[in-house]
Nanobody, 123 residues
Framework: QVQLVESGGGLVQAGGSLRLSCAAS????????MGWFRQAPGKEREFVAS????????FYADSVKGRFIISRDNAKNTVYLQMNTLKPEDTAAYHC????????????????WGQGTQVTVSS
């Protein structure tokens, strides 16, 4: 069992930056692929970024490529999402997720989810 707790969301102006953190419980964090997903009101959940268990491989949605960076610190059981050049369309609840042996873009393949942190970008 893995418990995930996100933090770092908030209100920011367009063009600004935020760094989200996702702290994981358990001693096997380094064996899980991690992903960030987001969901805006009235919209479906969408993939944002993911990272392999070692941190050596990452995927990004086209909408955030070049602006967001996912990273992880296995010693701290934490995954991060650095979000730069934020746009109003980035406004959503951001959730981190963990998957044993997977780090792709499909939300159905992730086993554990955090409660989410709200990001609001004003224009």
């Amino acid at each position: 069992q893995v418990q995930l707790v996100e933090s770092g969301g908030g209100l920011v102006q367009a063009g600004g930056s935020l760094r989200l953190s996702c702290a994981a419980s358990g001693r096997t964090f380094s064996s899980y692929g991690m992903g960030w997903f987001r969901q805006a009101p009235g919209k479906e959940r969408e993939f944002v970024a993911s990272i392999s268990w070692s941190g050596g491989s990452t995927f990004y949605a086209d909408s955030v490529k070049g602006r967001f960076i996912i990273s992880r610190d296995n010693a701290k059981n934490t995954v991060y999402l650095q979000m730069n050049t934020l746009k109003p369309e980035d406004t959503a609840a951001y959730h981190c997720a963990a998957a044993k042996g997977y780090y792709g873009t499909s939300s159905e393949s992730y086993d554990f989810w955090g409660q989410g942190t709200q990001v609001t970008v004003s224009s």
